[in-house]
């Protein structure tokens, strides 16, 4: 998922890896707890708590610092790798979220929870858009 941000890709970055702050963006996250302290580097994690699903840890896997940075978490049976990507432009950034998950129950999952997923990673894009497009970048 993409979207433009009428703000400098420095904004979104700083909202990308101050993940504690993200319940404050998005309604699509109860609680965001780093397990590490420092600038987010890979090899960090936080536990995530989002409505309607279990508590996950997830692990910086890839960091390009101020452009992107990969995650990933496994349950029984799937592994979900998130990426978030901002690039900067001419008049503003655009940020893309992606979610993949692999592994042999990674079809059901997709089939039950696959509509969730979707209005969660749209919460979030919005999200850092108007957090970025409103100074709390």
């Known amino acids: 998922m993409t979207t433009h941000v009428d703000a400098?890709?420095?904004d979104v970055w700083r909202l990308f890896v101050?993940?504690?702050?993200?319940?404050?963006?998005?309604?699509s996250m109860r609680k965001v707890s780093r397990v590490d302290s420092g600038p987010l580097r890979v090899g960090s994690e936080a536990l995530i708590k989002q409505p309607g699903l279990a508590r996950a840890r997830w692990k910086v896997t890839?960091?390009?610092?101020?452009?992107?940075?990969?995650?990933?978490?496994?349950?029984?049976g799937v592994t979900s790798v998130g990426g978030h990507l901002v690039e900067p432009g001419d008049d503003g950034s655009t940020i893309t979220l992606s979610l993949r998950q692999t592994g042999?129950?990674?079809?059901?999952?997709g089939w039950l929870?696959?509509?969730?997923?979707?209005?969660?990673?749209?919460?979030e894009l919005e999200g850092f858009r108007h957090?970025?497009?409103?100074?709390?970048?």
């Open 8 to 10: 400098p890709a420095q």
């Open 18 to 27: 101050d993940v504690e702050r993200w319940p404050e963006l998005t309604e």
């Open 62 to 76: 890839e960091l390009d610092p101020g452009r992107s940075f990969i995650w990933e978490t496994t349950a029984v």
């Open 104 to 109: 042999p129950l990674a079809r059901l999952v």
């Open 113 to 123: 929870l696959g509509s969730r997923i979707n209005c969660y990673l749209t919460m």
């Open 131 to 137: 957090g970025a497009e409103s100074g709390r970048g």
